[in-house]
């Protein structure tokens, strides 16, 4: 009969007993417990060397490998990974390979199991459903500066109690992460001069993704225009908004949200100072060290380079051609149309608007080249452009 998982080792005891009565042949007691002569021999000769421990089980793994990770490759690896919490298995390889092409680093597997038994793997969250694909945003970042995203991390309190705003910039294509200033509120009296100082550094983009909400868009608007889209349109840069209620058009961004949060925000520091420091070393890993999947591996900053338009001294205002009917915005952000007021934004007042009638009746209302609405002067009423 064959040895049964629950009474393998008492069935080698009593195959032991029985070989030693002398009143079987090796082969009969074989056929007798269902096991090869060579299984039989086996266990005879342990049982000779060892006495009845020899009939336990042995560990099957291998007792050396020729290939294994030696002690100085794992000390980095592990190093590497408290020191850079975040990154899996191919950021820590790719990085140590850029530094040691001598060495003989382990495949990624390998590695992921180095760290899981050391601890430092946490327990994968169940994953979310995947997102929907449709709603793109309309400009595609194929090159540095066509596209740079920008949002407000969630804010959070320091140490001391005082709430930190995040403003996050970067640019779509090299993924470089251009500015992450913490901010006492999403006012855009505070987000204007950190996006300025970037502009004069960096140049100015072609266009900027944002999600509709303050100070990056507003509600009650022609084309959602807030004071912050309207420098940015008079700076001849493309607004590119993300659909209401869909953060995943902006996921590259969304993705190193959370990468942010988990490196310098949990838990917060004791100040809003000391948070900026950790942003500021957050970025400098982030540009030049942390090698980026999307990227072969490599790092932002030996993708990105600045913008070949510079921030100009004076903002200039936006020009309409002869046949255009130019008005100016009042402070209420209305204009004069045929002695009555028509609104349009607030964030325009002081600004100049241009009407060109698209049919009889029919106005199309720009901010420089942006259409921003269709009037409809006998209806009186503004349809989306």
Sequence with gaps: MPWEETTRMTQRVRF???????LYTMTELCERYGISRQTGYKWSQRYVEEGVEGLEDRSRAPKSCSHGTSQEVSDQLLALRRSHPTWGPR????????????????????????????????????????????????????????????????????????????????DGYSRFLLGVTGLETVSESLAWPVLERLFQQYGL???????????????????RLSHLSVRWLKLGIRLDRIEPGHPEQNGRHE?????????????????????????????????EQRPHEALAFQTPAEFYHPSCR?????????????????????????????????????????????LEESADGVWGVYFGSLLLARFDEKERKL???
Excluded at 147 to 169: A, I
Excluded at 257 to 270: G, N, S, V, Y
């Design 16 to 22: 032991i007993s029985d070989l030693d009565s002398c």
């Design 91 to 170: 950021k820590l390889l790719a990085w140590l390979r850029k530094r040691d092409s001598e060495t003989s680093w382990p495949a990624a597997s390998t590695v992921g199991g180095l760290l899981k038994r050391h601890g430092l793997v946490e327990p994968r969250a169940r994953p979310r459903r995947p997102w929907p694909a449709s709603g793109r945003p309309s400009v595609q970042a194929e090159a540095a500066n066509q596209v740079w995203s920008m949002d407000f991390k969630g804010q959070f309190r320091t140490g001391d109690g005082r709430m930190c705003y995040p403003l996050t910039v970067a």
């Design 205 to 223: 983009p072609a266009a900027i993704r944002t999600d509709n909400g303050s100070p990056f868009a507003a509600i009650r608007a022609v084309a």
């Design 310 to 354: 510079p921030y100009p001294s004076q903002i200039a205002n936006p020009q309409y051609p002869g046949h255009f009917e130019v008005r100016s915005v009042r402070h209420t952000g209305e204009i004069k149309w045929q002695g009555k007021s028509l609104f349009l934004s607030e964030a325009l007042r002081g600004e100049q608007v241009g």
């Design 383 to 385: 349809y989306g452009g």
């Design 255 to 287: 993705r190193m949200h959370r990468t942010l949060k988990q490196e310098t925000a949990r838990p917060p520091a004791e100040s809003r100072s000391a948070q900026q420091e950790r942003f500021d070393q957050f970025r400098r890993v982030y540009n």
